[in-house]
C-alpha cells in the first residue's frame, strides 16, 4: 500500500501544522486508517486512527486529545491531521497508516508512508 505524507515542518511551540496523506482508494475504504509517530530514541506510537467500519470511531492518544483532529476527503482518498496547540514533545517523525487491511489489500497487519517530520521547538 503506497501512502505520501505531505505538511511537515518547523514550528513553535502553540503553533499548528496539517499533515496531509495520500491513500489509494482500495486501502482507505478498507482499511482502518490513521497516524503514528516516532521520536528520537522512542518506539512508534499510535497518535490517531478511524475505524475500519468508517463509523466514525476515532481513537487518539491520550497527549493529543483535544489538540489533534484527524479528518477525512472521502471524494479524495486523503487523510489529514490537524494539529494545534504543539508542544516540543510533538517532535517526531509522523507516519501516515493503513492497517487491519483484507489480505487483498496488503499482507501486511500495518503499513506506513515514508513519514514526515515535525519540529517544535521552544
Known amino acids: 500500500v503506497q501512502l505520501e505524507e505531505s505538511g511537515g515542518g518547523s514550528v513553535q511551540a502553540g503553533g499548528s501544522l496539517k499533515l496531509s496523506c495520500a491513500a489509494p482508494i482500495y486501502a482507505f475504504r478498507n482499511c482502518a486508517m490513521g497516524w503514528y509517530r516516532q521520536a528520537p530514541g522512542k518506539g512508534r506510537e499510535l497518535v490517531a486512527r478511524r475505524s475500519k467500519a468508517r463509523d466514525g470511531d476515532i481513537t487518539y492518544t491520550d497527549s493529543v486529545k483535544g489538540r489533534f483532529t484527524l479528518s477525512e476527503d472521502d471524494d479524495k482518498n486523503m487523510l489529514y491531521l490537524q494539529m494545534n496547540s504543539l508542544k516540543t514533545e510533538d517532535t517526531a517523525v509522523y507516519y501516515c497508516?493503513?492497517?487491519?487491511?483484507?489480505?487483498?489489500?496488503?499482507?501486511?497487519?500495518?503499513?506506513y508512508g515514508q513519514g514526515t517530520q515535525v519540529t517544535v521547538s521552544s
Open positions: 497508516a493503513a492497517e487491519q487491511c483484507p489480505l487483498w489489500v496488503s499482507p501486511e497487519y500495518y503499513n
